[in-house]
T-cell receptor, first 110, second 114 residues
């Protein structure tokens, strides 16, 4: 079955970089995703990476994918207070539904 | 930007009562989903719906749950007889096509069963 693991909490100073990690199990996943959830809000798609890519850069966001180790990371450059949120990685499973990790809470300290 | 709309944002119900959670997916999307997130836990898949029928469901989605697309725009999740453990945030999502990456989620309905 699918299992997506994330560590739980990260605090970072404003302006620094933050890195969030995730491991997943389904090697047949087509896409892997990072979602952001602000307090009281829904799940906002931040970025995604196709499974045959190693890296994707999208403005301040860099996604790295290590398929051998089934490891996904999200780096946020120049972290801002608006980046405080819970970040979920997710993999597409069976090309239909998503399997989510537990989420990383990121707290940005001004 | 098109949105998935969910109503109500918060619902409190007594144990044993029926609840209907409502969603309006993006109009040209064909695939619809319900997920739930119990406080402090993972977001869990409940059910997917395509072409007016359930295409996949998880073991959470037992006989107490049902989904319907009654009028071509709404997508509803019904819980027949709520239990305390049904308290969670319920998210609706839609996707344009099977091979399109873009799942769009609604803001969720927080269901509290008392």
């Amino acid at each position: 079955g699918e299992d997506v693991e994330q560590s739980l909490f990260l605090s970072v100073r404003e302006g620094d970089s933050s890195v969030i990690n995730c491991t997943y199990t389904d090697s047949s996943s087509t896409y892997l995703y990072w979602y952001k959830q602000e307090p009281g809000a829904g799940l906002q798609l931040l970025t995604y990476i196709f499974s045959n890519m190693d890296m994707k850069q999208d403005q301040r966001l860099t996604v790295l994918l290590n398929k051998k180790d089934k490891h996904l990371s999200l780096r946020i450059a120049d972290t801002q207070t608006g980046d405080s949120a819970i970040y979920f990685c997710a993999e597409s499973y069976g090309n239909n539904r998503l399997a989510f990790g537990k989420g990383n809470q990121v707290v940005v300290i001004p | 930007e098109p949105e998935v709309t969910q109503t109500p944002s918060h619902q409190v119900t007594q144990m044993g009562q029926e609840v209907i959670l409502r969603c309006v997916p993006i109009s040209n999307h064909l695939y619809f989903y319900w997920y739930r997130q119990i406080l402090g836990q993972k977001v869990e898949f409940l059910v997917s719906f395509y072409n007016n029928e359930i295409s996949e469901k998880s073991e959470i989605f037992d006989d107490q749950f049902s989904v319907e697309r009654p009028d071509g725009s709404n997508f509803t999740l019904k819980i027949r007889s709520t239990k305390l453990e049904d308290s969670a945030m319920y998210f609706c999502a839609s996707r344009e096509g099977q091979f399109n990456y873009g799942y769009t989620f609604g803001s969720g309905t927080r269901l509290t069963v008392v």
